[in-house]
């Protein structure tokens, strides 16, 4: 079993962190985005998309999307729990975990995909796409924000994958000098006690 | 228990089916998005986001998202399985329903959003940005195709959310007069067969 990686891109690193709140060590090979080598055929046989994270398992077969690979993760080994225990939990964290990403994490990514210049060879840059997202994103954390209040997680008083995506959204925001605003007090709390934690640097 | 709905919309629909597989029964309650009751003050202190479906359980607590529900009812009653039984099996089709969501049902929706006259009142269209993703959604289309080759369903020989995801996309596309390539055989042989399910009808 091993996980091909991209130290560089932010969907990988959600996998790395859920592994290491695990305790779950699996082996690492670099496929370099920046270097085209995730276009190459061996990585299009892996994933026809073109994407990473993959993880292979021993059978050969390939698991292709950070959160497909965390449930995988999850199944083989429930502790600590990061996907809910109960139904009820699980489908709140799905919840979280999805509004998390299709408002805050994409409109990021979607931001430095359509307005930084590194990504103007990769991608058909449509620049008012790109300063909507940016908008986007910044009302986002507003909204969590507000999801956050009371509360020492996203969806409550245990650590989940919401907050691997969000804490990697904002992060990932840095490239282009995305800043939690000062009115955001609990998402600027919550940030700080998640980057704490040894996981974060996986 | 019960579930606001919108009858028109393309998410509702997903859960809709997903309920008639497994042969569960819950009350709805529609909430209109093109009357705009989606962003009532009642609505929105179901979900902030303002989006539909919601199930709303009965200690009064909501659920939003639609692959967030059906995990719900997943885990209470997992036969017929539908997000799979093993854990290879739950990854794998995670695995596809996001993929089948992000390269496929994301674009139809994109493309409907930012270039459909119905949506000009309701959104910020980016008319470069919708035909950009039009282009994807064709893309996309031979990309299941590819994935379906040999396959009675898109993660093998069991029927799955990722069907269902695919179809709703398919057919919400039919709004800007989206229509599965003549090329693509597979997915032809495909939408036929999932269409003919009772389940295709809720």
């Known amino acids: 079993m091993k996980i091909f990686d991209d130290k560089m891109a932010p ?61 995988y993760f999850e199944e083989l080994q429930p502790d600590p729990p990061l996907l809910g225990r109960t139904p009820k939990e699980k489908a709140t964290i799905e919840m979280w975990q999805r509004q998390v990403e299709f408002n805050l994490y994409m409109p990021v990514a979607q931001t430095f995909r359509h307005t930084h210049p590194a990504m103007g060879a990769l991608e058909t840059q449509i620049k008012e796409w790109g300063e909507l997202n940016r908008e986007r994103a910044t ?21 989940s994958i919401a907050d691997i995506t969000a804490m990697c959204a904002i992060d990932f925001g840095r490239i282009w000098r995305f800043a939690i605003p000062d009115s955001c007090a609990n998402v600027k709390r919550w940030h700080q006690s998640v980057a704490a934690r040894p996981s974060a640097q996986a």
Chains 1, 2 share one sequence.
């Open 11 to 71: 969907n990988p690193r959600r996998v790395r962190i859920f592994l290491a709140e695990k305790g779950i060590a699996v082996p690492y090979e670099q496929v370099a985005i920046m270097k085209g080598e995730h276009k190459t055929p061996a990585h299009r046989a892996r994933n026809a998309l073109e994407q990473l994270p993959v993880l292979e398992l021993d059978d050969g077969s390939h698991i292709a999307e950070s959160v497909a690979i965390c449930r």
């Open 139 to 159: 009302k986002a954390v507003h909204w969590l924000d507000a999801g956050l209040a009371g509360k020492d997680f996203i969806t409550g008083p245990h650590f």
